[in-house]
């Protein structure tokens, strides 16, 4: 097979884990040579070649002009966005220099008759690209952290692998601001003598420091132990210029890849920054959650002081535990992994399925483990900042994918995927639904057909009519999709990669799949 579905072994079968380029050993493969045209542009006549040399040259004014103007502005504010932006723009330098290169050498290559070696030098061109991501994220912070966490999330749609397994390693921490810094933002939210009159202690030191705000841990004059989390002033002005420069040099870069068209991520990214800038919405989401587990035992979110809250502060029941991957600490403390992950599976069957509000950042840093009065386990969940409504009808389509799944019904998957906005004729990539979910993806390619399978890797072949159809048929599936079901993908991911570190590999995910099984066949009926 010289291009078809990217596919791994796990488990004793085959599971596709995104659409990829597979490069085959043999040379002068017809497939082979179209993909390379929908990867890099490909030789092809010299019109086609002109184009793309008139592109880059834009490319280099348009970012060229950009740089005096942002250096002007870095050298009167050093502290500021535009030493960011500096750092930004000559990031996208570099990117689009290392792209034209690696065309070249890939047209070079091909006019030699070794066009059975393009796979390489894009690859390592990737490899390097995500390192420089990675960099930039580390150097600059703040939104670059997050933007960074949002791609990688996203990396199993719409972008090679290594991006994700680059960025991944991008954790949202930040180094803290002084208390000065804080108690300004306190009174002007609460009233200048607010920390007097409020608190009988509160920490200097903050617990927690990340892009958006810092938390400290303080004292009530009732003697509550509370946390505040206080977000950093002007932060939101930050965010929206480092954005509004981002999707200036995305729209920039279509002059160079016509075919690359990252709008609906940087779209995606505003909205979520949005929500979580908004503390009063972090507020309704966690009494939503509230809502949703109460009666369920094990489940806690802890309590908002809406008296003391604000837009730009939230004071919360303070709770402490260990971090959900801490397995040394539960174990120390006589709690099972298997119970934790249970608990996680019930919480998410129960968002997804019941109560149509998703908790959509469970990374391990936002869910906590504690000994309950009991002495059972005690899931505790915060930062509420990023989450998803799913409406009634949303919801019970979703169900009924997950019951065609349990079913491992293929005919079933095609008719919910249909529901959920999918073209007719990418039905049969359902798959995709379930990716980062290795359990119920595999479940779902094992619905296939063996002979349909292979009749995919035809049919992705034969897309590779050197336009790119290949990749436009992938964001067709992608941007057919509901928003929240993409943001539901994400949730899934972190989801199950925290259940396998969990219960690892094998009949440990099939319970959590039993668990939303359950939940989603009482939502469709």
Partial sequence: MDVGWKVLKEEGGHRPVGIGFLCA????????????????????????RLARRKRWRMVQVGLASTVPVAMAMAMRDPDGWQRRAVRTVGTAWAAAKDYHRTCLEVEKM????????????????????????????????????KIAQFVAARSNVGFPEVYGKTLQQMQDRADPKPFATVRKVLEQEMGRHAIQRDFSRIEEAPIAAASIAQVHRAQLMDGRKVAVKVQY???????????????????L?????????????????????????????????????????KGVKGLHVPEVLDGLSSARVIVMEYVEGWRIDDKVSMKSHGISER?????????????????????????????????????????????????????????????????????KSNKNLQQATKKLGVPTDLLRFHPLLFEGDPPAQHRAWQTIPRQQRKDMDTWVSSRMDGQGQLAHDAMRFLTSLPKEIIHLHRAQAIVASLDRELVGRGKGED????????YAKAAAS
Wanted: charged share 25%; aromatic share 8%; net charge positive.
């Fill in 25 to 48: 050993s043999r040379q002068g493969s017809a497939s082979r040579d179209r993909a390379m045209k929908a990867v890099v542009g490909g030789r092809g006549d010299g019109p086609d």
């Fill in 511 to 518: 319970a959590r799949l039993d668990v939303y099984f359950k």
């Fill in 233 to 251: 002033p002007q932060i939101k002005k930050q965010f929206m210029a480092d954005l509004f420069l981002l999707e200036t040099l995305n729209a």
């Fill in 110 to 145: 091909e006019g030699k008759g070794r066009s059975g070696m393009w796979c390489p030098p894009l690859v390592d061109m990737h490899r390097r690209q995500a390192a420089r991501l990675l960099e930039l994220a580390r150097r600059n912070g703040g939104m670059y952290a």
């Fill in 339 to 407: 119970d934790v992950a249970s608990l996680l599976a019930n919480a998410y069957g129960r968002m997804m399925f019941v109560g149509g509000m998703v908790h959509c950042d469970p990374h391990a840093g936002n869910l906590l483990v504690r000994k309950s009065e009991k002495g059972g386990p005690e899931l505790v969940f915060l930062d509420h900042g990023l989450y998803v409504e799913i409406s009634t009808k949303l919801r019970k389509d979703y169900a009924s994918l997950w019951v065609a799944l349990k079913n």
């Fill in 253 to 293: 870069s279509q002059f160079l890849l016509p075919k690359l068209n990252l709008k609906w991520l940087l779209k995606d990214f505003r909205e979520s920054c949005h929500q979580e800038l908004d503390f009063r919405r972090e507020q309704r989401n966690a009494k939503a959650l509230t809502a949703i587990m």
